[in-house]
């Protein structure tokens, strides 16, 4: 009974990603990500980089092509998981942020132990069955507050020259400061 009361007083609740993806980002990095597997075991591994994509205008975020099948969770309200498969073969985790209607999420680029997104998920063994999960219910997956506080570096986004010099140059990829 401990270690759930434990869970919920860290776990990080819904309210925290109905906000702006450019508030929600920068407090990543330094959160610890948590999944359960099916065979109990927990493992927690502290955010080290993420990436924010903003609504219809960013040309790097997917939203940006519309409301389709595959972006349909980015247009729920935040706190929802946003996968999608790239390169055929790699699943990419994200955050649903903001209200409902204004599509935004976060990439989680890297977390402790596992760098790029598609190792951390491999690793992690998320897949598309975890498209649309609810990071505030999820007994598989969840984010919690850290013990001790990070520096955080602000920087430009990595892979989205397709953009534009405008949306390639944003500054909203956020890093752990020694992890830079």
Not at 98 to 110: F, S, Y
Not at 165 to 177: A, M, S, T
Request: hydrophobic share 35%.
């Amino acid at each position: 009974m401990t270690g759930n009361r434990e869970i919920d007083r860290k776990r990080i609740g819904a309210d925290f990603f109905v906000r702006d993806v450019l508030e929600v980002a920068p407090e990543l990095p330094g959160k610890i990500l948590v999944r359960r597997f099916s065979d109990r075991i927990v493992s927690r591994h502290l955010i080290k980089e993420v990436e924010a994509y903003r609504g219809v205008e960013d040309l790097a975020c997917h939203a940006s092509k519309g409301r389709t099948e595959r972006t349909e969770i980015m247009f729920h309200k935040g706190g929802k998981i946003y996968v999608y498969l790239i390169y055929g073969m790699y699943w990419m985790l994200n955050f649903v942020t903001g209200e409902e209607n204004i599509p935004q999420a976060v990439l989680i680029r890297g977390v402790e132990k596992f760098d790029g997104p598609g190792k951390l998920t491999r690793e992690l063994k998320i897949d598309n069955s975890f498209y649309g999960e609810d990071l505030a219910s999820s007994k598989r997956i969840w984010l919690e507050d850290p013990d001790e506080t990070y520096d955080i570096i602000r920087t430009r986004r990595i892979g989205i020259e397709y953009a534009g010099e405008y949306w390639k140059n944003r500054e909203w990829r956020f890093v752990l400061k020694d992890n830079c």
